[in-house]
């Protein structure tokens, strides 16, 4: 076991106003989606000019903040947030759903490339590929958080979190770290480059790797306090991974067609 490194969850703290890790998090993932994308499009492989990079970034925060926040009230805590309906606003207090914003993202760009004329898989590519830091900085604030934190285990590095207990356990925000962020990133390029680029096939690399990564690694996190398992023995966070899967099959298709 080693020693849980208690971080404050604030960065800076400048009078009233307190900075907090998560939100410097969600800002590197947006500036680091903006760079992507703006390479991408420099290549020629997403038809924007600068202008339109900008305007797609402003729909991608709009997706990620909305649909993180109603997946998280839907899929997660319902029975609480139809008790405290003024408690939906309320996303400063935590509680967002990736499967939630990955659906408004989507929403997002199909609006987006109806109103630009943008082919929608052009955009899911680009955009595959622009998500993954952002994935990896949430999950390290996670981490400073002390949410979302693993099952219980006797592994070396096994940690005792603040809000989990006496017994150790598994870090399983950092293991969501490296594989949603670095190696599905990875994944997600080499997509792009293996055979030559063809339309959809990023898309389908981002839907099919993310699910398979995020079904393995629940294994390790400590199901939803409101939940537990839902079907056995698998977790709502398997369960809507099943269903992302399914749709990266989709997607795998149309990239053939």
Known sequence: MIPYPSLDPVAVRIGPLAVRWYGIAYLLGFLSAYGILRREAVRGRLPLDSGGVGDLLSALVAGVLLGGRLGYVLFYNLPYFAEHPLRVVAIWEGGMSFHGALLGVVAAAWLFSRRQSTPLLRLGD????????GLFFGRLANFVNGELYGRVSDIPWAMVFPGGGPLPRHPSQLYEALLEGPL???????????????????????????????????????????????????????????????????????SRR
Do not use: N
């Open 126 to 133: 680009a955009l595959a590929l622009a998500v993954t830091p």
């Open 184 to 254: 599905l990133g990875a994944i997600v390029w080499l997509a792009g480059v293996a055979s030559g680029y063809r339309e959809g096939r990023r898309t389908a690399a981002f839907l099919l790797g993310y699910a398979a990564l995020r079904f393995l690694v629940e294994f390790t996190r400590e199901p939803d306090r409101q939940l537990g398992f839902l079907v056995g023995f698998l977790t709502m966070g398997q369960l809507l991974s099943l269903a992302l899967f399914v749709a990266g099959v989709g997607a795998l298709v149309a």
